[in-house]
């Protein structure tokens, strides 16, 4: 209790310094502070990983537990799907090029019901196809102009260019995201794409009386201890409750699921990845502080800021860490490395400086070891590849012109990436 209320305090007298730290963003390479990296290799008491065993039985469970703890907080107890709802489904969508499926998974626990909308296109074939699983920002309606989407009744953050009043999203909503969804070229290219509202899991703001973490409450508690789960922890909880969901449908490959996510849901898609070993591969867009990039660099957004901004995401522990990088058991290169052996693709752009391209890249770098350790070939790349010049190994890394977003250049390299290892 002490040390909670220690944590307390001094969240509040360094959320007091935002603004100043704010002014002091670094936006430029040679401002970046030195810093000594943790090798990913070199256990923490002392002394080299040299095998694959040392690996999965020593460094990869104490690396988990480090970022378990210190970062995106424990997930409190076990919960199962209590019902599967099936809405309809469709051979008919997208003038008949795909099938539509959109069901409810519903959890009951302490008296609490949530309900979390998966909708789901699949390629017209006999066979169990591989898919991309990706949460979307605003719901599912967001992703395509189809009609027949269901319009979700969840909490959606205001937005009224795209109809979303008073937290409520209405018809003017749909497809207002449909730029960042190619459904026709996935599917064209032999893939599914599940997608789920991230708010139906976890409402994105900082109150932990909805979402998931009030089925997990002792009496009396009101908010996850400090080395429990915040918002990211709960998000990658539900990419696993939809996973459970897919090894039952027989028309989904579940054992070739790539988890992707752009931004704060890049972030989430890793930190499923790292949990979660059935994923079999990981995309990260521009998922910057928290996500892929570096913290030590302390480029762009940090832990601190971050921290002050969005004070849900991660657990009370993490705050330890605001202005005080050099202090962190870890960084996220290894977060990256719990992925391995799996493929996974890194994605910054240009005008994404407060995502560090830089850092995703290097971090990118710093986890191929483990990669080389287990056999694959890592990032096929020691400086940081021109823009638009993608380099593919069983870490694929680009980073594209533009700004920050989720795009259709950003989907064709991660299906010619997915068609190397998941076809
Ligand atoms: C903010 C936040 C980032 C996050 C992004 C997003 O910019 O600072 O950490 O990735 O929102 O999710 O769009």
Same mark, same amino acid.
């Given at each position: 209790m002490k040390g909670f209320a220690f944590l307390f305090l001094l969240s509040f007298f360094l959320a007091g310094q935002t603004k =100043?730290?704010? *002014? #002091? !963003?670094i936006t430029d390479e040679s401002k970046v502070p030195e810093y000594n990296l943790p090798d990913v290799l070199t256990r923490f008491r002392g002394g080299k990983v040299k095998t694959e065993k040392a690996w999965f039985k020593k460094q990869r469970p104490e690396i988990l537990k480090l970022f378990t703890t210190e970062v995106y907080g424990q997930v409190p107890g076990q919960l199962d799907? =209590? *019902? +599967? #709802?099936v809405w309809e489904s469709s051979d008919e969508a997208l003038n008949g090029l795909a099938r539509r499926k959109q069901l409810s998974l519903f959890f009951r626990n302490n008296g609490h019901n949530l309900e979390v909308n998966v909708l789901m296109y699949l390629p017209k074939t006999t066979e169990k196809v591989p898919v991309f699983l990706a949460y979307n920002f605003t719901g599912n309606h967001a992703v395509s102009n189809d009609p027949a989407i269901r319009l979700t009744e969840s909490w959606v953050a205001n937005n009224p260019s795209v109809g979303i009043i008073n937290n409520q999203i209405t018809e003017q909503s749909r497809a207002s995201s449909e730029d960042r969804w190619p459904v026709e070229e996935i599917v064209k290219s032999g893939y599914g794409l599940v997608t789920v509202y991230y708010g139906d899991v976890d409402p994105d703001k900082n109150d932990f009386s909805d979402g998931i973490h009030p089925f997990f409450y002792q009496e009396n508690q009101t908010h996850p201890r400090y080395n429990e789960w915040g918002s990211i922890a709960a998000w990658a909880w539900g990419l696993s409750r939809v996973l459970d969901y897919l090894e039952t449908d027989q028309m989904v490959d579940s054992k070739k699921v790539a988890v992707l996510g752009h931004s704060r849901l890049g972030k989430t898609a890793l930190w499923a990845g790292a949990t979660d070993q059935r994923f079999a591969m +990981? !995309?990260? /867009?521009e998922s910057g502080c928290g996500g892929a990039a570096l913290s030590r660099r302390e480029f762009g957004e940090t832990v601190q800021i971050i921290n002050t901004s969005f004070p849900h995401w991660f657990c009370d522990n993490f705050l330890k860490? /605001?202005? /005080?990088e050099e202090e962190l058991p870890v960084d996220q290169h290894m977060l990256l490395a719990l992925i391995a052996p799996r493929p996974l693709y890194v994605a910054s752009a240009e005008g994404d400086k407060w995502a560090d391209p830089r850092g995703e890249f290097l971090s990118a770098k710093y986890a191929s070891p483990v990669y080389e350790l287990l056999g694959k070939e890592g990032l096929p790349a020691k400086e940081m590849p021109e823009v638009n010049q993608p380099v593919m190994g069983t870490i694929g890394y680009h980073i594209r012109s533009g700004k920050h977003d989720l795009t259709l250049y950003d989907w064709i390299q991660y299906i010619r990436f997915a068609d190397k290892f998941l076809k």
């Amino acid at each position: 209790m002490k040390g909670f209320a220690f944590l307390f305090l001094l969240s509040f007298f360094l959320a007091g310094q935002t603004k =100043a730290q704010r *002014e #002091k !963003v670094i936006t430029d390479e040679s401002k970046v502070p030195e810093y000594n990296l943790p090798d990913v290799l070199t256990r923490f008491r002392g002394g080299k990983v040299k095998t694959e065993k040392a690996w999965f039985k020593k460094q990869r469970p104490e690396i988990l537990k480090l970022f378990t703890t210190e970062v995106y907080g424990q997930v409190p107890g076990q919960l199962d799907i =209590a *019902e +599967v #709802k099936v809405w309809e489904s469709s051979d008919e969508a997208l003038n008949g090029l795909a099938r539509r499926k959109q069901l409810s998974l519903f959890f009951r626990n302490n008296g609490h019901n949530l309900e979390v909308n998966v909708l789901m296109y699949l390629p017209k074939t006999t066979e169990k196809v591989p898919v991309f699983l990706a949460y979307n920002f605003t719901g599912n309606h967001a992703v395509s102009n189809d009609p027949a989407i269901r319009l979700t009744e969840s909490w959606v953050a205001n937005n009224p260019s795209v109809g979303i009043i008073n937290n409520q999203i209405t018809e003017q909503s749909r497809a207002s995201s449909e730029d960042r969804w190619p459904v026709e070229e996935i599917v064209k290219s032999g893939y599914g794409l599940v997608t789920v509202y991230y708010g139906d899991v976890d409402p994105d703001k900082n109150d932990f009386s909805d979402g998931i973490h009030p089925f997990f409450y002792q009496e009396n508690q009101t908010h996850p201890r400090y080395n429990e789960w915040g918002s990211i922890a709960a998000w990658a909880w539900g990419l696993s409750r939809v996973l459970d969901y897919l090894e039952t449908d027989q028309m989904v490959d579940s054992k070739k699921v790539a988890v992707l996510g752009h931004s704060r849901l890049g972030k989430t898609a890793l930190w499923a990845g790292a949990t979660d070993q059935r994923f079999a591969m +990981v !995309v990260s /867009n521009e998922s910057g502080c928290g996500g892929a990039a570096l913290s030590r660099r302390e480029f762009g957004e940090t832990v601190q800021i971050i921290n002050t901004s969005f004070p849900h995401w991660f657990c009370d522990n993490f705050l330890k860490y /605001n202005d /005080n990088e050099e202090e962190l058991p870890v960084d996220q290169h290894m977060l990256l490395a719990l992925i391995a052996p799996r493929p996974l693709y890194v994605a910054s752009a240009e005008g994404d400086k407060w995502a560090d391209p830089r850092g995703e890249f290097l971090s990118a770098k710093y986890a191929s070891p483990v990669y080389e350790l287990l056999g694959k070939e890592g990032l096929p790349a020691k400086e940081m590849p021109e823009v638009n010049q993608p380099v593919m190994g069983t870490i694929g890394y680009h980073i594209r012109s533009g700004k920050h977003d989720l795009t259709l250049y950003d989907w064709i390299q991660y299906i010619r990436f997915a068609d190397k290892f998941l076809k």
